[in-house]
């Protein structure tokens, strides 16, 4: 098979591509350019996408004998994941940029690009499986349930994953990963992971938000409506949030209190005690299931709300308004915004994103 590696400069893409020639494929390295600052340089494990990086991929497509290029995406990430971040922001909501990215970046315009030049799958780091099962092509959890990123990778439809590899999602821990890169020789084997959101490398995302939609100072509100606090924008403040708050006036009951809801029409903030963030459902639209859809509109499952977050046994239903999820325990802390990813067991379902929640605490 002809083989188009995505190579991001670390080393789960550079083991993922090296076994991909092992197998025997006839495989091309790409870089893709996600920045028009070129200059930016990694910190530490903040940032990706960076010039070292693109240096650190080439010395690894040397090594393993196959071409490489780069290729400038930057455009199409301003615009599909960090326009999207900030008009989510805006609306009150809060958007997973891996999501968008994997959604539109590397599983959209990548493929797109990578199919119409003749390749017939491209190969990634990601910690996940894929394969064909009786009703078409499925996405599994990883073999490594600390690395698994089956979760990020629940934007993917079934046609897309048809052209998919990731050849680490049966490795059982990084840690073999990292021994093999470094049995292979590549320098990366021990370069530390990057986390956060990559086109904040500082990690400020209040900063960040401030610098692109600015201030606006509005009222943080108690559940009852009275002011205990001021906020210089309400895009700043996410479903859950407990520091950072800076109330003036504390609670009667001494207890700390959290983010409730950010309604961005008024710009207020609304803060109350943490027993108030139990959800009782959650329901959303821009559904995609990542292999065949259930035969049943409604159907048991698991749902993950977070990528780190465990999976809670549910009960689902879906029609033309989209999908409704009903937890077995409440969940904490929702914010619209967040995308939901359903599981069968290891398989995942599909996703969907969040924009409609009921309390679990009676009004």
């Known amino acids: 098979m002809r083989i188009l590696a995505a190579m991001s400069g670390g080393v789960d893409s550079a083991v ?3 076994r991909a020639v092992d197998a025997g494929h006839d495989v091309v390295g790409v870089h893709l350019a996600l920045s028009r600052a070129g200059g930016t ?4 494990s903040r940032g990706c996408c960076t010039i070292e990086d693109a240096m650190d991929a080439r010395r690894v497509a040397d090594l393993l ?4 290029y780069v290729w400038d995406f930057s455009e199409r990430f301003r ?3 960090i326009e999207d971040f900030i008009s989510e922001y805006r609306a009150g909501r809060t958007p997973n940029p891996c999501m968008r990215c994997n959604e539109k970046i ?3 315009a990548l493929l797109e690009r990578a199919l119409e030049l003749g390749f017939d799958a491209v190969c990634t780091g990601h910690y996940a499986v ?7 092509w499925e996405l599994h959890r990883a073999s490594d349930a600390a690395k698994d990123q089956s979760y990020v990778l629940g934007v993917l439809t079934q046609e897309q994953l048809a ?3 990731f050849p680490l999602g049966t490795t059982p821990s990084k840690e073999i990963v990292r021994a093999e890169a470094e049995a292979r020789g590549l320098r990366v084997a021990r370069k530390p992971d990057s986390h956060d959101i990559c086109f904040i490398p500082d990690g400020d995302t209040r900063g960040w938000l401030a610098d692109k939609v600015g201030t606006a100072p509005g009222p943080i509100l108690d559940s009852d409506g009275v002011e205990v606090g001021r906020h210089d924008g309400a895009h700043a403040y996410t479903v859950g949030q407990r520091r950072g708050l800076a109330l003036g006036t504390p609670a009667p009951d001494g207890r700390p209190r959290f983010v409730l809801e950010v309604r961005p029409v008024t710009n207020t903030v609304v803060v109350g005690p943490k027993e108030a963030l139990a959800i009782s459902e959650i329901a959303g639209a821009r559904l995609t299931w990542a292999g065949p859809a259930p035969e049943d509109t409604t159907f048991a499952c698991d749902v993950q709300i977070r990528a780190h977050a465990d999976p809670v046994p549910a009960h689902a239903e879906w029609g033309p308004d989209g999908l409704r999820v009903t937890p077995a325990e409440p969940f904490s802390g929702v914010a619209p915004g967040q995308t939901a990813v359903l599981y069968d067991g290891t398989r995942v379902i599909g996703q969907f994103t969040i924009d409609r ?3 679990a605490v009676p009004a």
């Open 16 to 18: 993922a591509a090296a």
């Open 65 to 68: 004998g196959i071409p490489f």
């Open 79 to 81: 615009d599909d994941v």
């Open 41 to 44: 340089l990694r910190t530490g």
């Open 357 to 359: 929640t009921a309390s």
């Open 130 to 136: 894929v394969h064909k099962g009786p009703r078409g």
């Open 106 to 108: 590397k599983f959209a």
């Open 163 to 165: 052209h998919t590899m």
